[in-house]
């Protein structure tokens, strides 16, 4: 089963969609993080397989981030958590899991390597 948080708002976004449902359209999940947004469990668990901090998958350049100043090095990992999962347009997008496996989708050539 392979999962996607997707942003259909975001060009490479659709294009990971796009080169997962020519893949394997069958066992594909699309999840609209913008309306269905990770829990902070679920995040957490996804941050794992990425292996990645919760500063990482954070998009530094949306004016919720400032706004949040989330550029405080003194935030935990759940306070940054926390904001991603209550502000999803921060998290970096997208994200495919493939089992245990995950990766971000930019590069495209990210997802081939969890495939």
């Known amino acids: ?31 609209d993080y913008m309306k269905t947004p990770p829990t902070c469990a679920e995040l957490t668990v996804i941050l794992a397989r990425l ?31 926390k904001a991603m999962t209550e502000n999803p347009k921060l998290i970096e997008r997208p994200i495919v899991i493939n089992g245990d496996r995950a990766a971000i989708g930019r590069p495209l050539s990210n997802i081939s390597a969890i495939l």
């Open 1 to 31: 089963m392979i999962t996607i948080y997707h942003n259909p708002r975001c060009s490479k976004s659709r294009d990971a969609l796009a080169l997962l449902q020519q893949h394997d359209s069958d066992n594909l999940t699309v999840i």
């Open 51 to 81: 292996n990645l901090s919760a500063r990482s998958l954070l998009r530094s350049k949306e004016a919720e981030y400032s706004a949040l100043q989330l550029d405080n090095p003194a935030l935990s990992e759940q306070q940054l958590i």
